[in-house]
């Protein structure tokens, strides 16, 4: 086994992350999905990295987050597609304050 690395955010243990979800495309690269809340009482987002497996020297990719929204998101589903396009599916409350199923694509 490799030495345990932190995915979510490096450097930032004032964080909360959860429910991670993970992939391997034909590419050979590794994503991961997962929720994050910093305990400043910000509300959870849904953020992406990826890893190449081919080239694990280069590390993780910067994280990004997908719902990108000021209301709290939630991850569901993740997918890829025959074109090694990645979708995720979240649940966001948006201004109705009812949660909605969202959808983001790579």
């Given at each position: 086994w490799s030495t345990p690395e932190i995915?979510?955010?490096p450097g930032n243990?004032?964080?909360?992350s959860s429910m991670p979800r993970a992939l391997l495309d034909?590419?050979?690269l590794l994503h991961i999905v997962f929720n994050q809340?910093?305990?400043?009482?910000?509300?959870?987002?849904?953020w992406h990295r990826s890893l190449d497996t081919g080239r694990i020297a280069l590390g993780w990719s910067p994280?990004?987050?997908?719902s990108?929204?000021?209301?709290?998101?939630?991850?569901?589903?993740?997918?890829?597609d025959s074109q090694d396009g990645l979708h995720v599916f979240f649940r966001a409350?948006?201004?109705?304050?009812?949660?909605?199923?969202?959808?983001?694509?790579?």
């Open positions: 995915v979510s955010t243990l004032n964080i909360y034909r590419r050979g809340r910093a305990n400043t009482g910000s509300v959870d987002q849904v994280a990004v987050n997908v990108r929204a000021t209301q709290p998101a939630w991850l569901e589903r993740l997918h890829l409350v948006p201004g109705t304050g009812a949660s909605q199923l969202h959808h983001a694509r790579t």
